[in-house]
């Protein structure tokens, strides 16, 4: 039920409108109990789409179609994303995959297939062999669970920005960081998801198109690039970041009122010259308070949101508790 917004004026086309709930998400995560995909990581010559039973349809984007698919001689179970043939973004997707393996908050390529001419009626010529995350994403998990504590919360920050910190270090930003596109598994893993419209950036100034992505969840200069000026790009994931967050704690889209529709200028409008939403007397700590402050201009780097007492002064182990008790109920 994504809105793509198509505007004349616009050079890009890859604009989701909608928030939360209609957005591209795990509607039906399996159960805790299945084979895990194996954590070892394959030459794309091991695996054929022919060595895979599709077992549900898991997601469809604007990219491709995810099914979960299980091995048929281990039984143990992937993620199989089918891009759309043609997609311009396959390319990066792929390319920011490779260059983001080996951390534990980025889900893993296992291997990139060939589509076409394997026999699984797949509609595009490349599918991706991915890490299936047994949760699901956070955005089914807030829908059916409602506003998350300040402990899973603070969880689920730590480990999106280590994340962000591993991406940012490779020169890759993410561009459609959204509850959607964090995934959580049962032992309370958050990782981060669909990299259909990642860049890898090529040297230091390098620039990334203003209109693509979610825009519910979209920087101000990312809407307004002759108010705001081309911002470090790494800065934009920031922001979707924070707005996740905000979102995860309210268990609603938080820069519109309750039960708005979304609209291009609606969103324009609250994320651009909004402020913040406001939060009743002890529905948040001033830790959490001041991680979600609201300032384009002293925006806060990965670095240093990690720092922050919010995160760094946790209890790590009730937090990763809190985490997984939210998912065992989801």
Request: glycine share 8%.
């Amino acid at each position: 039920m994504a809105l793509t917004v198509r505007e004349r004026r616009l050079p890009q086309l890859h604009i989701s409108l909608d928030v939360p709930s209609c957005a591209f998400r795990h509607p039906n995560p399996p159960p805790v109990a299945a084979p895990a995909s194996t954590s070892a990581s394959r030459a794309d010559c091991e695996f054929r789409l022919s060595d895979f039973e599709r077992v549900a349809v898991l997601g469809r984007g604007n990219g491709g179609t995810v099914y979960k698919v299980a091995h048929r001689r281990t039984s143990a179970l992937y993620a199989l994303k089918v891009l759309h043939r043609g997609d311009p973004g396959a390319a990066s997707e792929v390319d920011a995959l490779r260059r983001a393996d080996s951390s534990p908050h980025v889900v893993r390529c296992h291997s990139v297939l060939p589509a076409a001419g394997a026999g699984a009626g797949a509609s595009g010529d490349v599918a991706l062999l991915l890490e299936l995350v047994d949760g699901g994403s956070l955005d089914a998990v807030v829908a059916r669970r409602g506003a998350f504590p300040e402990l899973a919360l603070a969880e689920v920050a730590a480990q999106a920005l280590a994340g962000l910190a591993h991406l940012h270090a490779r020169r890759i930003v993410h561009r459609d960081v959204k509850p959607a596109n964090l995934l959580v598994s049962a032992a309370g893993e958050v990782k981060i998801a669909d990299f259909g419209i990642a860049k890898v950036l090529s040297r230091a100034g390098d620039h990334c198109a203003a209109y693509e992505g979610t825009a519910a969840y979209m920087s101000p200069e990312r809407f307004d690039t002759e108010r705001h000026g081309h911002a470090d790009p790494c800065a934009a994931d920031v922001w979707s970041l924070g707005v996740t967050i905000l979102e995860l704690l309210m268990g609603r889209y938080p820069l519109l009122p309750a039960g708005q529709k979304p609209s291009w200028a609606a969103l324009m409008c609250a994320i651009c010259f909004g402020e913040l939403p406001s939060l009743p007397d002890g529905a948040a700590s001033p830790e959490l308070r001041a991680f979600v402050a609201k300032d384009y201009t002293k925006r806060a780097s990965v670095a240093q949101l990690l720092a922050h007492p919010f995160v760094a002064g946790r209890d790590v182990a009730a937090s990763k508790d809190a985490l997984r008790w939210l998912v065992a109920g989801a």
